[in-house]
């Protein structure tokens, strides 16, 4: 084989793990952007020094270490991120949201799902579990990810860490422990749907938020279902104050249009309000919707519509014959 051949050879098996190493990152950080640019670097180190992989471990171990690296140098400087639950109590509907917060604070969703999960964790890219993460000490949270996400055996984490089994297992147990707390006081557990089910729930939401069919949202909501408006630090819980809150100060998001997309491996739309103008529809906020059962559990409604739109694909304004749960 070639120089040129062992080059592309190498280039192609460093690329094959972006995808993977795409979900390690937005995990460990919290935020999808941040993780592609932690990718980007990890992949141009591990070329920088290919030279040095000797093959002790394997190749994708070798690599997720340097992402690790990369990830805690990333971390060691940036503010924990959150969702509005994780930071205050749950306010009244009928309330307006104050002064919005620093975006670098809140957790951000991520496109599509993650095929590259093991499928027992299907939970593992979920916002809730996502925010619950960003509690744990990086090296900690890292240890889990490997372990109970991405597969990677003890010896391995240790490996990649430079500790003993022993303290990689023990840093398992307590991450294990304090994901297990903050979650039962902060999380609902998640009962999937099936697909079908969860498509018809999606499209029924999405009729009843377009036509403002306060009745039809009341069926689809849990009784405890949460609604979050990052980035205000304000959210709610229950039927009663979500229904405040879109026939309050909401009100204006009468008549939106819904285009579907996927966040977080959970339905989402784009919402678009109409425009003062009377004419078309601008964006207005991304929403995540997440089920158990057949009710909706949690909304999260992200309003950096000039960053997050771009990203998963929507566009930048919809005309008056636009259909409701249907791409433009």
Known sequence: ????????????????????????????????????????????????????????????????????????????????????????????????????????????PCPGGDPQARATAGESVRLAFVAALQYLPPRQRATLILRDVLGFSAREVADLHGTSVASANSALQRARATLADRRGNTAQRVSDPSDATRRVLAERYATAFSRYDMEELNMLLHVDATLCLPPYTKWMRGIHDIRAWLTGPAVGCRGSRLIPTVANGSPAFGQYRPHTSGIGFTPWALQVVEFSGDRITGITAFRDTERLFPLFGLPDHVGEDAAVGART
């Open 1 to 108: 084989m070639g120089e040129d051949e062992v080059v592309d050879s190498a280039v192609q098996a460093l690329e094959a793990y972006r995808g993977e190493l795409t979900g390690y990152c937005y995990r460990m950080l919290g935020a999808y952007a941040e993780a592609e640019d932690a990718v980007q670097e990890t992949l141009v180190r591990a070329w920088r020094n290919i030279d040095g992989f000797e093959g002790r471990a394997t190749l994708r171990s070798w690599v997720y270490r340097i992402a690790t690296h990369v990830c805690l140098d990333a971390l060691a400087a940036a503010k924990r991120r959150a969702l509005p639950m994780d930071l205050a109590g749950p306010s009244e509907g009928g309330t307006p949201p104050g002064a919005p917060s620093d975006a670098a604070l809140w957790v951000q």
